[in-house]
């Protein structure tokens, strides 16, 4: 059994900050990728940013140059820095990893809670 825990979530002021983290815990192998999906309210959950085990990520067009993803492959976290944040930025934040069981050495998918952010104007 796998758990994401998501936290750092809440709500900022346009052009304001904030950090999300997302710990990986349970009977796990090795972590393949990690990401960061959003869901706004009536949208499709959507790509935000994810990283390889080696460190190369890749971004959604409309959060380049603003967030910044990054892992600690020691702890198995992930974090999503979000800078100059937007009002369209508001949604519930989900961290993804693509990971293999300890055990089984089976890959499958895990997902966290989900954490809201909300950016006013």
């Known amino acids: 059994q796998v758990q994401l825990v998501e936290s750092g979530g809440g709500l900022v002021q346009a052009g304001g900050s904030l950090r999300l983290s997302c710990a990986a815990s349970g009977s796990i192998f090795s972590i393949n990728v990690m990401a960061w999906y959003r869901q706004a309210p009536g949208k499709q959950r959507e790509l935000v940013a994810r990283?390889?085990?080696?460190?190369?990520?890749n971004y959604a067009d409309s959060v380049k140059g603003r967030f910044t993803i990054s892992r600690d492959n020691a702890k198995n976290t992930v974090y999503l820095q979000m800078n100059s944040l937007k009002p369209e930025d508001t949604a519930v934040y989900y961290c993804?990893?693509?990971?293999?069981?300890?055990?089984?050495?089976?890959?499958?998918?895990?997902w966290g809670q989900g954490t809201q952010v909300t950016v006013s104007a």
């Open positions: 993804n990893a693509d990971l293999t069981f300890y055990i089984t050495r089976i890959r499958d998918v895990a």
């Open positions: 990283v390889t085990s080696d460190g190369t990520t």
